[in-house]
């Protein structure tokens, strides 16, 4: 499949973005390609269109399934695996959040918990005790955040990012601002 001027510089800035976010750049290709396009693609299309090799390919679309971000489907009349991604950015967003707080976060966390309860960690300065336990709180708190904003509805979610810092006028500051 040949490229549109528009979709092949979305596919490769989306790779560029990849990069920087720590995610393989044709891992982030293949999913702005499948994004872009909005239907299923085979692997072998995959590979030619984006000229990357077809063990890449294989490997990149393992990944964005183990992510969650591309099932694997058919296509009536053919017998190739075809892959496929939500056209829903909201979903997409959810999916991404949930993964990196699952992967990355999370045992963050479980790490500071572990810490702090450890015996040796009383041995550490108080100034020392008081970072890695006001990092255990934030983090506790910005992940409580994450959760109940992954719950809200896309519309709902959508209204409370526009708000965006305009909200401060409606909760008080502990500085009294």
């Known amino acids: 499949m040949e490229l549109t001027e528009s979709a092949r510089r979305f ?3 989306w790779g560029e973005m990849g990069t920087a976010w720590g995610v393989n750049r044709t891992v982030a290709q293949i999913h702005a390609l499948l994004f872009f396009h909005g239907r299923p693609l085979h692997a072998e299309e995959i590979a030619t269109t984006l000229v990357v090799a077809r063990s890449n390919v294989s490997t990149s679309l ?5 992510w969650g971000l591309v099932r694997q489907t058919q296509v009536l ?3 190739r695996d075809y892959f ?6 909201w979903e997409l967003f959810r ?7 699952e992967r990355e976060f999370v045992p963050t966390v479980q790490m500071l918990q572990t810490l702090v309860a450890s015996p040796e960690f009383e041995s550490e300065t108080p100034d020392a005790q008081d970072r890695v336990r006001e ?3 934030f983090m506790q708190t910005l992940g409580a955040w994450t959760d109940e904003m992954l719950r809200l509805s896309p519309a709902t979610l959508e209204k409370v990012m526009r708000l965006g810092a305009s909200v401060q006028k ?3 500051s502990d500085s009294g601002s």
């Open 11 to 13: 596919v490769v800035h």
């Open 62 to 66: 393992s990944e964005l399934r183990n």
């Open 77 to 79: 009349g053919d017998r």
């Open 84 to 89: 496929e991604t939500s056209s829903d950015v």
């Open 95 to 101: 999916t991404i959040v949930r993964q990196r707080k």
């Open 135 to 137: 990092t255990l709180r």
């Open 170 to 172: 409606f909760v008080r």
